[in-house]
């Protein structure tokens, strides 16, 4: 690509707003600058950036690893929170960093002289974990140059059991009077955050992809870069077009470009290489 911009010039980034899948995707996610990605519909974002001023009324961090790009406004956001006397957020972090985060954090208390409260929560993979009723996430591993994981989001609906489709109102409640069960839990995979990473983990855990909206990086774009993309531990274009029958989701959110990119690059590329099945599904957070 010719006329790649400096580092500095694209060291300037401005949250974007990107709306599909009844949800609202308000952020940004830049290599090596800032990630950061509000989802006001679900109350979480996906990891914390510099700790925007949009993502502070999230009680969630779902936090992807601790490159400082995507997690050094953690404390920040802590104490904006307490600022703006809003609940003490929980984070969702890997399990191997909680000590680590929670030493940093407490450093920063020390140095301010004050304390702050929070919740720190260390995941594993396949496990459950509710943010609320009806809402809740499982992680899954990521493969990147330090510990990472992904998060796939949930919805648990009630669905009317086979068995009682078709009765009228007041069967319905007779039933219900009688402690009879007559709905089953249903999971709707709302959302996938996958983060940091190469593409192996949509090899390995293909279901990721049949969330409504998928939210992944695509570092890199140009075809000479895909050694770096290999070095680096993270995605290129051409990875996701080789596999563009596995995408299953209704929204594809391609995020995390490089900083060598404009952002007419990344148009130009995405219309220029995109099969139709992905053109179709795919917007950009840039």
């Not at 700790?51 to 400082?68: F, I, K, N, S």
């Amino acid at each position: 690509m010719k006329g790649r911009p400096s580092f500095h010039e694209r060291a300037e980034i401005v949250a974007r707003v990107v709306t599909c899948g009844g949800l609202t995707l308000e952020g940004t996610s830049v290599s090596t600058l800032e990630t950061c990605v509000a989802v006001r519909e679900l109350n979480l974002c996906f990891d914390i950036g510099k700790g925007p001023r949009y993502a502070a009324g999230m009680d969630h961090v779902l936090l992807t690893h601790a490159h400082q790009d995507h997690a050094v406004g953690i404390a920040l956001h802590i104490a904006t929170r307490k600022l703006l006397d809003l609940p003490p957020p929980v984070i969702y972090l890997p399990e191997v960093i909680v000590e680590d985060m929670r030493n940093l954090i407490s450093a920063w208390e020390r140095l301010e002289r004050r304390k702050t409260r929070y919740t720190l929560v260390g995941v594993r993979p396949g496990v459950r974990y509710d943010m609320r009723k009806g809402l809740f996430f499982r992680a899954f591993p990521t493969e990147h140059s330090l510990p990472s994981t992904g998060f796939q989001v949930f919805e648990e609906r009630k669905k009317l059991k086979p068995e009682y489709i078709g009765l009228d109102g007041p069967a319905i409640v007779e039933l219900k009077k009688r402690g009879v069960e007559i709905t089953d839990p249903v999971e709707i995979a709302v959302v996938t955050f996958i983060g940091d990473s190469t593409i192996t983990p949509l090899d390995r855990f293909p279901e990721m992809l049949k969330s409504q909206v998928v939210i992944m990086e695509c570092t890199f774009l140009a075809p000479e870069d895909r050694p770096m993309a290999k070095k680096k531990r993270h995605t290129h274009l051409a990875d996701i077009i080789e596999r563009a029958d596995m995408f299953g989701c209704e929204h594809l959110v391609l995020s995390h470009f490089s900083t060598r990119y404009t952002r007419e690059d990344v148009n130009r590329e995405l219309a220029a290489a995109l099969p139709e099945s992905l053109k179709a599904k795919t917007k950009i957070l840039y």
